[in-house]
């Protein structure tokens, strides 16, 4: 590999990390191709890219980025998971390092915080976006709703008692 490839390397690597705000350093050591290919097909799936790079230009891609915190991972053969849904990315690697005991998570970053493994695996139990913004809005609409009920009912209540006036005068 020549100095202007390792440079275009670097430079695309530090303008997808400038804009990603999630990333999970792994150790693909005694992977097959073939799983290599199931990660990458998950995390593809997940909206997630995966990046086989030399720890050195890793470094150098680092500088100016949220990424400097996990320099300290860029150690032995490792494998760049990055991109912004934090969730399915921690899922779709912790599903893979289940069925794969070889396959390790050494730590990642987070909005420019280094995360440690358990942070890696809290992060994968958590209900996706979708669920927890689903979650809100049920939450954020129930006072709402609740509200329209109550102001539906006081007309409702005041026919009911017309209602009840006319009945008792044609009784009686």
């Known amino acids: 590999m020549n100095k202007n490839d390792k440079q275009r390397i670097v430079e695309e690597l530090h303008s997808a990390w400038s804009e990603s705000t999630a990333a999970v350093v792994t150790q693909y050591r005694g992977l097959t191709v073939s799983q290599m290919g199931e990660l990458r097909r998950d995390l593809h799936n ?13 470094k150098r891609a680092a500088e100016g980025t949220d990424f400097k915190v996990a320099e300290e991972l860029f150690k032995g053969p490792v494998a760049i998971a990055y991109g912004n849904d934090p969730v ?3 899922k779709a690697i912790a599903d893979f390092s289940k069925k794969h005991e070889i396959f390790e998570i050494k730590g990642g970053v987070l909005d420019g915080k280094m995360i440690d493994v358990a942070n890696v695996k809290a992060l994968a139990s958590l209900p996706s976006r979708e669920v927890l913004l ?6 954020m609409q129930s006072p709402i709703s609740g509200f329209v009920r109550t ?8 026919v009911r008692t017309l209602a009840a006036i006319r009945d008792q005068k044609e009784a009686a």
């Open 46 to 58: 997940a909206d997630v890219s995966l990046q086989v790079v030399k720890n050195t230009l890793a």
């Open 88 to 90: 399915g990315m921690a």
């Open 134 to 139: 689903a979650k809100m809005l049920g939450s």
């Open 151 to 158: 102001l539906a009912e006081v007309p409702a209540s005041f």
